[in-house]
């Protein structure tokens, strides 16, 4: 939503595999942002970036890579390292960190449903 | 980063004004106060920000008291479409740190 996209919507994945999941977002946002949601939780956050080429682990990164190629995109790896990895990712954006008057308002892409059978 | 605490449900009849509050007592200067709703299977949506005192737009208000310790989220004559779960969230205008996501209240509004 907002102009982030995420892909694909549901995606299934046998126990043991690697996963790739999208976002992409054309709002020129220098920051972005990896959440896994369980049912009836909140969001926890995986990884961040606020820079393109640089990253930082959220508060559950184990099993999870990310890659800051360009400044639009920014895929979340499922590792098979990842021993729970069935949940609904978010990923979002905000503007540029640290730029006075800047609010950190994140804006939300549609999600991925990910199931591991 | 100041923890926030807020109610895990409320429920409303269609057509009342339901208001979320949230506790923030550890809220620091530099702080916004931001309110996010939430759809099942869908990203969280920016409703609500505000800084002190009072916050309106086309969806909701937002009241601050003085103290800043906690804020209230205002719906007014809420439908069946607002049933959805709201977070509260506190955290300064730099954004070098994320922002934090709690569980959020969820609200079922009734026929």
């Known amino acids: 939503d907002g102009g982030i996209t995420q892909s694909p919507k549901y995606l299934f994945r046998k126990e043991g595999q690697n996963v790739t999941l999208s976002c992409e977002q054309n709002?020129?946002?220098?920051?972005m942002y990896w959440y896994r949601q369980d049912p009836g939780q909140g969001l926890r956050l995986i990884y961040y970036?606020?820079?393109?080429?640089?990253?930082q682990k959220g508060d559950i990164a184990e099993g999870y890579s990310v890659s800051r190629e360009k400044k639009e995109s920014f895929p979340l790896t499922v590792t098979s390292a990842q021993k729970n990895p069935t949940a609904f990712y978010l990923c979002?954006?905000?503007?540029?960190?640290?730029?006075?008057?800047?609010?950190?308002?994140?804006?939300f892409g549609p999600g991925t449903r990910l199931t591991v059978l | 980063l100041a923890k926030t605490t807020q109610p895990i449900s409320m429920d409303s009849y269609e057509g009342q004004e339901v208001n979320i509050t949230c506790s923030h007592n550890?809220?620091?200067?530099?702080?916004?106060i931001t309110w996010y709703q939430q759809f099942p299977s869908q990203g969280p949506r920016f409703i609500i920000q505000?800084?002190?005192t009072k916050v309106t737009n086309e969806v909701a208000s937002l009241f601050i008291p003085a103290d800043r310790k906690s804020s209230t989220l205002s719906l007014p004559r809420v439908s069946l479409s607002d049933t959805a779960v709201y977070y509260c969230?506190?955290?300064?205008?730099?954004?070098?740190?994320?922002?934090?996501f709690g569980k959020g209240t969820r609200l079922s509004v009734i026929a």
């Open positions: 979002a954006s905000s503007r540029s960190p640290g730029l006075a008057g800047v609010r950190n308002t994140q804006y």
């Open positions: 709002l020129n946002h220098d920051a």
């Open positions: 970036s606020q820079i393109v080429n640089d990253f």
């Open positions: 550890n809220i620091a200067t530099n702080d916004y």
């Open positions: 505000g800084y002190k």
């Open positions: 969230l506190v955290g300064d205008s730099s954004g070098n740190t994320p922002l934090v």
